[in-house]
């Protein structure tokens, strides 16, 4: 599975901006998609998640209201619809694809796409 992130940039505080990723690959084994972040000096960390099956989401306490995932089935690809952004949203943000079959799961990431959220 490959994983193209796109959509980061430079915003200002209260802005909006929505992240895509685009799978290409064997996107028929994903079970289950998400969206990662890094900020300087932290580990990465959950920002939200979504499944293939029933489009289960969950989303970090720290974005919860703020931020929206989705997905597009049809065209392999998932979003990050993120509102009121704050600077400490501020990070490189990494899709992850997780892989069946299920006894056996694997890990996909993208290249990251930077965040930067100016006050």
């Known amino acids: 599975v490959q994983l193209v992130e796109s959509g980061g940039g430079l915003v200002q505080t209260g802005n909006s901006l929505r992240l895509s990723c685009a799978a290409s690959?064997?996107?028929?084994?994903?079970?289950?998609m998400g969206w990662y972040r890094r900020a300087p000096g932290q580990q990465r960390e959950l920002v939200a998640t979504i499944t293939s099956g029933t489009g289960t989401t969950n989303y970090a306490d720290t974005v919860k209201g703020r931020f929206t995932i989705s997905r597009d089935n049809a065209r392999n690809t998932m979003y990050l619809q993120m509102s009121s952004l704050k600077p400490e949203d501020t990070a490189v943000y990494y899709c992850?694809?997780?892989?069946?079959?299920?006894?056996?799961?694997?890990?996909?990431w993208g290249q990251g796409t930077q965040v930067t959220v100016s006050s």
């Open positions: 690959g064997s996107t028929r084994s994903i079970v289950a």
């Open positions: 992850n694809a997780r892989v069946g079959p299920y006894y056996s799961l694997r890990d996909y």
